[in-house]
């Protein structure tokens, strides 16, 4: 049995995937961190929680040796639209935190590590349809230019010293246990919220804008099953290419508005619409379906109305 270190436990995909990997090793056996943001009460009754940030490596290797880690995730990141605003910050966590990382697994004999990268990987030069695992990588954010290079880190630390690194390019991702946190996809997660707090919203993107997603009960399930599958299946040590759908801005608003009556959609595109024009509009994952037989299982019809399902009772206890 694995002894895991979720980095970043804290965050849209961190708090959701340190409770799967808990479910499946025990509690004890998942350490989760995170550099100042305070737990959430689930995280800290079910398994061990730690406080240090990715800039101190020496914090890191005391947490590692103390609970014999073997594997980490390495989730800590600022991202695309909160990247912009602050690129000195989002290149010191999302770069040097994972070069610090990938130094401490090396050091510590660390025997397995994952770090994601996105679909912010690409850029305007990258094709935007049926967007191929191998292609142009030219981003025009920090966040891009950090998973890039990040994504090369990982190859040749695999390369030259042996470690075992995976990841995958995400796409947005949908949930309804964490809030909007920055990203150029959020709005297909702040749609939700509004439609059942207000019954409207105002779009950042425009109504035609088509974006690959991805529910984030599949973005774990890809994840582990990653982690779990046989080195030797491995043919990408970048990071592979990871797609559910693709749909418009428009056609989620009309998703949610048959799900719930009175709903209205209208569109104010910010500076978010550029990055999200830079993306592709759909992602070919054939690699990763190949290698470790990745398949998704939620479309837009059952995300969309898992979500209402699920966020509604959260938002009403609020009140």
């Known amino acids: 049995m694995p002894n895991i270190l979720v980095i970043g436990a804290v965050g849209q995909i961190g708090t959701e995937l340190t409770m799967e990997l808990r479910r499946r090793h025990g509690g004890s056996s998942v350490v989760a961190a995170t550099r100042k943001t305070p737990f959430p009460k689930e995280l800290q009754e079910s398994g061990p929680c730690i406080f240090f940030d990715v800039a101190d490596k020496e914090a890191m290797k005391k947490v590692i040796k103390e609970h014999g880690i073997d594997t980490i995730y390495q989730l800590a990141s600022l991202l695309s639209a909160t990247g912009e605003k602050d690129p000195d910050l989002a290149f010191q966590i999302n770069l040097i935190g994972l070069k610090n ?64 690194t995976r990841s995958v390019r995400y796409p947005g991702l949908i949930s309804y246990k964490a809030e909007p946190g920055g990203g150029t996809t959020d709005y297909s997660v702040a749609i939700f919220y509004e439609a059942i707090k207000h019954k409207k919203y105002t779009c950042f993107v425009g109504a035609h804008t088509v974006l690959p997603m991805m529910y984030m009960p599949d973005a774990i399930r890809g994840t582990i099953e990653l982690m779990d599958a046989p080195r030797e299946r491995l043919t990408v040590n970048t990071s592979y290419n990871l ?69 509604r009772p959260i938002l009403e206890n609020k009140k």
């Open 101 to 164: 990382t990938l130094d401490v697994c090396r050091e510590c004999n660390v025997k397995k590590i994952f770090w994601p990268s996105s679909i912010a990987a690409f850029g305007p030069t990258t094709p935007r349809d049926n967007t191929p695992q191998r292609t142009v990588l030219e981003p025009t954010t920090m966040y891009g230019v950090t998973k890039v290079s990040g994504e090369l880190l990982l190859q040749y630390y695999h390369n030259k010293y042996g470690l075992d």
């Open 243 to 311: 797609a559910a759908i693709s749909f418009s801005a428009q056609e989620l608003a009309d998703e949610v508005a048959r799900i719930i009556p009175g709903f209205a959609c209208d569109y104010k595109p910010d500076h978010r619409q550029a990055i999200a024009d830079s993306w592709p509009r759909t992602i070919d994952d054939s690699q990763a379906r190949k290698d470790w037989n990745w398949k998704h299982k939620y479309g837009l019809k059952e995300i969309s109305e898992d979500m209402v399902k699920n966020l």
